[in-house]
């Protein structure tokens, strides 16, 4: 018996980069191969997962039934695992369609979560998705905003608004470590040895400033243009793009900026965005 | 309990059923349970559980006797869409016949089978099939006897396809007094009424369907010794619940069995024009016209 270490953000906020510094982590700082397809952490919201391990009949149900059976999923896992699990989660932390947590408390050993400024997620999650900046500034600030439909490999993931993500978390996730993305490219080393800590990952100074080292952004770009990516979203469209803080500032109008932060002022003052 | 979705008995009169479907009480806990999840729970006896919360609970015992108690009313759609599913696929694995996540369609006199996960186009594909004038063997499972004398046989069992709503928009099908598999369910019951195979045919290939992105990348190449094991193994429909019956071996076995057909991987591309193709070429190919 042993719980979950859950690494949740918004989709486009640094969770991927964050999986392979961990991956790379617990290499003792190798390289991430990127034609590999061993994945540290793997989605919570798996459709396979709950087909395999409950004989879930997933293609006859609907998304709010799938749901409801996720904190079984974990129990199940939990039960017969000997070592925290690692799991990457875009879901707000929420109650299912039959009211319990979604990631039951009981289950958990840690979070961590990710933020980053909204404005930069637009346009992030813009290129990500094919949709343009505005489709995408009013899916931010829509409450029943759902992602990982596509390809069916994923369950239905409820987000809601960008702002009811980063509070439902703030406020429900248990055991929490807040992570910025800014804070994450300014210093990755550091940020890096304080989740290594926060899930009491047995590694040594030596190998955090070796994994910090081997993703920097332009390093896991590079692996990109060489190997392609796995979990970029269609061919062509790169995942790794400028990994900059502040982009946003040449890529959204002042309308599409007031915008944003019309709908989610408040949370972006709370966490310095403003 | 009406069950549409199967065609009517045809044979002699006063004969013994090969499986009986009736309404009655499950109980809470089997004896001597070997395996209890939320969903599935397998006895001591090899019989199995099924609860689908707010839908039906299930008893399938001896690959014979299947008893439903409806936590809705009996008629409903959804009640079937698990029995005829689900159900179904694990009564398979207690009769020792292979359930197969395939659609099979008859191409001159015989059953070619288009294995794949969900989402990959099986029913999509069966439609496209059936509307070129082919009848369907099964549009989601097929269920097959390995072990048949003259080699393995399809047996055929439900005369309908599901079909999203938006596969029935591009296929140009109105969903107009069409009956959704599942109350508030944008899926679909498709009959396809004369275009029903009933017989059983001698299963003649199995194709594993990949998407590719690009047309380009488009190949049908054979599969052969463990990898076609492996890539068979993984298409069984409801697998790991045959698994927690002790069932491997027996399916293991079975598709020994199938290895006697040709194994294909069949890569096509997205989108409908490229389906329509692979139909051309499948029938081409099957009604001995070369490719």
């Known amino acids: 018996m042993t719980g979950f270490c859950w690494l949740a953000s918004y989709p486009k906020s640094g969770n991927t980069w964050l999986r392979l510094a961990l991956q790379s ?69 929420m109650t299912t369609y039959a009211g319990e947590p979604l990631f039951p408390p009981a289950l958990t050993l840690k979070t961590v979560y990710i933020v980053r400024d909204p404005r930069d997620v637009a346009v992030s999650l813009a290129h990500h998705t094919g949709r343009d900046l505005d489709q995408t500034i009013a899916f931010m600030g829509d409450p029943a905003a759902t992602f990982g439909l596509a390809g069916k490999r994923q369950l239905r993931q409820v987000l809601s608004t960008w702002s009811f993500h980063v509070e439902s978390w703030l406020r429900d996730g248990p055991e929490l470590l807040l992570l910025r993305y800014e804070h994450m490219l300014a210093a990755p080393e550091e940020v890096l040895g304080r989740v290594a800590l926060h899930l009491r990952l047995d590694a040594s100074p030596m190998d955090v400033r070796r994994a910090a080292a081997a993703t920097r952004f332009d390093r896991l770009r590079a692996a990109e243009d060489r190997y392609g990516f796995r979990e970029s979203p269609a061919a062509g469209v790169r995942f790794f793009r400028r990994g900059i803080a502040g982009g946003w500032r040449d890529s959204l109008t002042p309308a599409q900026v007031a915008r944003i932060v019309a709908n989610h002022g408040p949370v972006m003052a709370r966490l310095g965005y403003a | 309990m009406p069950l549409p979705e199967l065609p009517p008995w045809r044979g002699a009169e006063g004969g013994t059923p090969e499986i009986e479907v009736r309404l009655g009480n499950v109980p809470d806990q089997l004896p001597d349970i070997i395996h209890r999840g939320p969903i599935l729970q397998i006895g001591g006896d090899g019989s199995c559980r099924y609860n689908m919360a707010g839908v039906a609970c299930f008893l399938i015992e001896g690959g014979r006797r299947i008893t439903v108690r409806p936590h809705m009313a009996a008629d409903a759609p959804d009640v079937r869409l698990f029995l005829l599913g689900s159900v179904f696929g694990l009564l398979c694995h207690q009769r020792g016949w292979l359930p197969l996540h395939a659609c099979c369609v008859e191409i001159g006199g015989r059953a070619i089978a288009f294995a794949g996960p969900s989402g990959i186009g099986k029913s999509t594909l069966a439609a496209s099939f ?29 005369g309908r396809i599901k079909l999203w709503r938006d596969t029935l928009d591009a296929l140009k099908i109105s969903a107009d007094g069409l ?64 698994e927690r019956m002790g069932k491997r071996p027996q399916m293991l076995r079975a598709i020994h069995r199938l290895l006697t057909v040709p194994i294909l991987a069949l890569r096509y591309a997205q989108g409908l024009s490229h389906l329509q193709q692979t139909v051309y070429r499948m029938a081409a190919r099957y009604e001995g016209r070369g490719e």
Do not use: W
């Not at chain 1, 039934?65 to 199940?76: D, I, S």
């Not at chain 2, 006897?145 to 055929?156: E, N």
């Not at chain 2, 944008?186 to 594993?208: C, D, M, Y």
């Open chain 2, 130 to 158: 059936v509307r070129q004038g082919y009848r369907l063997l099964a549009d989601d499972v097929t269920v097959i006897d390995a072990h048949a004398p003259g080699g393995p046989l399809v047996i055929p069992a439900i």
């Open chain 2, 179 to 242: 009956e959704p598999c599942r109350n508030r369910m944008e899926k679909f019951q498709v009959p396809v009424g004369g275009r029903f195979q009933l017989t059983r045919l001698p299963l003649t290939a199995i194709h594993l369907l990949d998407r590719v992105s690009d047309e380009r990348q488009a190949e049908l190449l054979p599969l052969v010794g463990l990898q076609a094991v492996e890539t068979l193994l993984g298409a069984v429909y409801r697998r790991q619940a045959g």
């Open chain 1, 25 to 93: 982590l617990i290499n003792g700082g190798k390289e991430v191969d990127f034609r590999s397809r061993e994945t540290f952490a793997a989605i919570a919201a798996s459709r396979a997962d709950l087909e395999d391990v409950l004989d879930a009949p997933v293609d006859e149900m609907t998304d709010d039934e799938a749901e409801a059976l996720r904190p079984r999923l974990y129990e199940t896992q939990a039960r017969a695992a000997a070592a925290p699990l690692f799991r990457k989660v875009h879901d707000a932390c």
